[in-house]
């Protein structure tokens, strides 16, 4: 499974962007696991998770602001940040589990970043 994201950019405080992080090869088997991020000089956090039933999760700091959703097709999955605040910069990966293979995978990453 390969994922490849778009969609990161430059943006004022209080404005949105959308995230798109799209799958190819072995999409049958399977199924993304969220989204993370990187704020410059810090660890990677989660930013949003979604089970395999289809729940999904956000941490209180970006919690009805971000919202992360699948197409009905399963083989992209987008993020949609709105109200985005200076520390809100990071660079965001998507992430997914090849099922068969037992690996997970990781989007290539998409910078954000938000002046104030």
């Known amino acids: 499974v390969q994922l490849v994201e778009s969609g990161g950019g430059l943006v004022q405080a209080g404005g949105s962007l959308r995230l798109t992080c799209v799958a190819s090869g072995n999409i049958r088997d399977m199924h993304f696991q969220g989204w993370y991020r990187q704020p410059p000089g810090k660890q990677r956090e989660v930013v949003a998770t979604i089970n395999s039933g289809g729940s999904i999760h956000s941490p209180e700091s970006v919690k009805g602001r971000f919202t992360a959703f699948k197409d009905d097709a399963g083989a992209a999955m987008y993020l949609q940040m709105n109200d985005l605040q200076p520390e809100d910069t990071a660079v965001y990966y998507c992430?997914?589990?090849?099922?068969?293979?037992?690996?997970?995978?990781w989007g290539q990453g998409a910078l954000v970043t938000v002046s104030s």
């Open positions: 992430n997914a589990v090849d099922e068969l293979l037992r690996m997970d995978a």
